[in-house]
């Protein structure tokens, strides 16, 4: 079965960087598109990031410029590099698999990310 474990959040102030890392158990994202989600407080879950088979990348108009995924297939990671954070970043950020309703089953703990004003 697909386990992911997210980490790399934290609490940094406006205008700081993170870097985020998804740890994929078995083969997953050599198969599916992967993304990263976020939920804010109050907020429905939303996908911020996605990367394909193919290295294609899309991203969310509120992130654009700000983050950039990327993945290491050799050690079955996907990344995401978060620069010029902004206090409205704040939210539980996950990975799992595009669309997510594949995933249903997948879905980790989570990483906090912070960002103070």
């Known amino acids: 079965q697909v386990q992911l474990v997210e980490s790399g959040g934290g609490l940094v102030q406006a205008g700081g960087s993170l870097r985020l890392s998804c740890a994929a158990s078995?083969?997953?994202?050599?198969?599916?598109?992967m993304g990263w989600y976020r939920q804010a407080p109050g907020k429905q879950r939303e996908l911020v990031a996605a990367?394909?088979?193919?290295?294609?990348?899309n991203y969310a108009d509120s992130v654009k410029g700000r983050f950039t995924i990327s993945r290491d297939k050799a050690k079955n990671t996907v990344y995401l590099q978060m620069n010029s954070l902004k206090p409205e970043d704040t939210a539980v950020y996950y990975c799992?698999?595009?669309?997510?309703?594949?995933?249903?089953?997948?879905w980790g703990q989570g990483t906090q990310v912070t960002v103070s004003s």
């Open positions: 799992n698999v595009v669309p997510s309703l594949w995933g249903r089953d997948y």
């Open positions: 990367i394909t088979r193919g290295a294609d990348t």
């Open positions: 078995g083969s997953i994202f050599s198969i599916s598109t």
